[in-house]
């Protein structure tokens, strides 16, 4: 089973890029989509999340309340090591289930796992190669105070509680660069699908290294 993972930093352009690659038809697997379901009502995680935070993370109808879990996440490095260590396992799990239902049904579609918290995960070596959409921090920051609304302190605190650009590169088997603009990502995202669909699923190796 070969899986692709892709990350990059809040708001480097993760979205424009997995959107090229289904339009590209390529199967992509959101790890942030999956987190929702991870801590949905009823699941063991959520109760995990309610034993450690407290009910005031939770809307009324007993959904998990993103923003104020967020606030209380960003705010303090051990609360987000605690949070990270209920949802990122379950996370895994159903992520593996993708992948294998995946590998069965459609062996020879390329399937890229898009996965924010790469870097800080540990599982780096669980993949066959590792996308990485790069734009520098000071960038994304004005990113995030320009489409998000966030205050300058807000945006620099969401990034820097992420792992650093470097330590992203390093991981990295491809850069895609997202630093100029949407079209030249958009550009990009579709050469690299491009190269994953001709390559899969006979071998990674004959793919570029920057895009």
Do not use: C
Not at 153 to 176: F, G, H, K, N, T
Request: hydrophobic content about 45%.
């Amino acid at each position: 089973m070969t899986v692709v993972a892709l990350t990059g930093g809040i708001a480097a352009g993760k979205t424009t890029v997995t959107d090229v690659f289904r339009a590209k038809g390529i199967t992509v697997v959101d790890a942030d989509l999956i987190a929702r379901e991870a801590v949905a009502p009823g699941t063991p995680a959520l109760t995990s999340v309610v034993k450690r935070f407290g009910t005031d993370v939770l809307h009324q109808d007993g959904s998990l309340d993103r923003a104020a879990l967020a606030e209380v996440a960003f705010s303090d490095e051990q609360a987000r090591a605690d949070l990270n260590a209920i949802v990122h396992p379950e996370v895994w799990r159903l992520s593996n289930e993708r992948f294998r239902a995946h590998a069965v049904e459609h062996p020879d579609v390329p399937i890229v796992y898009a996965v924010p918290l790469l870097a800080e995960s540990g599982r780096t070596n669980e993949f066959d190669a590792i996308i990485v959409v790069d734009a520098p921090a000071s960038q994304r920051v004005a990113r995030l105070i320009e489409s998000r609304n966030m205050s300058a302190e807000e945006a620099q605190s969401r990034v820097d509680s992420q792992a650093s650009d470097d330590d992203r590169r390093r991981i990295a088997d491809i850069v895609l660069d997202s630093s100029v603009s949407v079209e030249s990502t958009v550009a990009a995202a579709s050469a690299l699908a491009d190269a994953l669909i001709a390559a899969w699923p006979k071998g990674l190796s004959t793919i570029p290294t920057r895009f």
